[in-house]
């Protein structure tokens, strides 16, 4: 079979070296360009630890990635909001597919793109074209179309996918939800900071970006979208001593006439045939040692009655309507590369999973 030529600039942070692994095995691509200024004239294999021909290659600087790019069918951009502002436009017209893993294309309103990065978007007509890439909410056909994906961020990732089908469903009230997520370190990108240092970080537990973190707005886009009006949210980040993994806990309230047995059909209906949706029995067993490693994402809940609770356990102790949903994901796969893959497939039709079902965690 004739492999298609792929790009991944912005190669050396986190999400693209993982970027860089998953196309180095996927069966219809052939990674033919890798672009890093901090890892410029050295091999694949050296610094992602990647063998055979895609190990061979060696980083490009970025200043001639879309130059260079423009021999390749498609480009996943690892690469900062300012930096993507600038090589989207460049790579379209060579003719390209681009999957962006930053935010510079997810936010449909400019405005909430002003107040969410600190910029001006140049090009708000591919604001309004840009596909936000979340396959399992309905998006895959006009992923299929597109020629730019937004790739979802990671806490937004996180949380779409646990709430948005109960808000489409009306399942839930109308008083807004509340998303308390917890990511490792390396969602804070690769950078070199004292507050990111293993001393600074190991044994500790704290929130950050209070109030003003700049995922809230496409997680409060999602959650609109789903529902057909404006919901109210309230968004925490927490950083774990972990490397990987994202667990969010998302409260909402659930409508007036509908029960956490109906937010389990809704779930269950809906991710019944999704490849990388885990629903869990319950809200206790959600793991990231489940999902670590993998483009899966796991969920369970559990909700707040007079009698049983949603898996015919014991009677809640929390107050009636009550709902919690907990989702996990790996921040840098189906948060981040993985997922950009998974779009990358959609895509170029293949097939979805195509890369991504080998991928596996290490738990035990």
Not at 136 to 160: D, F, K, Q, S
Not at 173 to 187: F, K, L, N, Q, R
Not at 309 to 338: C, E, Q, T, Y
Not at 349 to 361: M, N, V, Y
């Amino acid at each position: 079979m004739d492999r298609t030529p792929i790009a991944v600039l912005g190669a050396s942070g986190y999400s693209g070296i993982e970027a860089t692994r998953i196309l180095a095995q996927h069966p219809r691509a052939e990674l033919r360009v890798v672009a890093s200024d901090r890892w410029q004239g050295e091999t694949v294999e050296k610094r992602a630890g990647v063998r055979g021909p895609a190990g061979r290659l060696r980083y490009a600087p970025q200043d001639r990635a879309a130059e260079l790019a423009r021999e390749c069918a498609a480009a996943l951009l690892c690469t900062p909001v300012d930096a993507s502002l600038q090589l989207v436009p460049a790579l379209l017209a060579a003719g390209l597919k681009v999957v962006d893993l930053s935010g510079a294309f997810r936010l449909a309103d400019a405005r909430a793109f002003r107040a969410a990065y600190g910029l001006e978007h140049p090009r708000p007509d591919l604001l309004a074209e840009s596909v936000y890439g979340l396959p399992e909410l309905g998006a895959r056909e006009a992923i299929g179309r597109a020629r730019l994906v937004a790739n979802p961020g990671c806490y937004p990732t996180a949380a779409a996918l646990a709430v948005a089908p109960l808000l489409r469903a009306g399942v839930l009230a109308s008083e807004g939800v509340i998303v308390d997520a917890a990511s490792g370190t390396t969602g804070a990108g690769r950078k070199a900071t004292e507050e990111m240092s293993f001393t600074e970080v190991m044994d500790d537990f704290r929130a950050y970006r209070v109030l003003r973190h700049q995922h809230t707005p496409e997680i409060s886009q999602a959650f609109s979208r789903a529902a057909g009006r404006e919901v109210p949210l309230t968004f925490t980040a927490h950083l774990l001593p972990l490397r990987r993994g994202i667990l969010a806990t998302c409260y909402a309230r659930l409508a007036e006439d509908k029960t956490a047995a109906d937010a389990v059909t809704v779930l269950s209906h809906i991710y019944a045939a999704e490849p990388f949706l885990d629903l869990a029995a319950s809200a206790d067993e959600v793991s990231l040692k489940a999902v670590v490693g993998t483009n899966r994402c796991q969920i369970g809940l559990a909700g707040a009655a007079d009698g049983p609770d949603a898996s015919g356990g014991h009677h809640s102790m929390a107050s009636p309507g009550r709902l919690v949903v907990i989702s996990a994901i790996d921040n840098l796969v189906k948060g981040a590369a993985g997922q950009a893959v998974q779009n990358l497939n959609l895509a170029l039709g293949w097939p979805e999973t195509s890369g991504l079902d080998t991928l596996r965690g290490f738990n035990p």
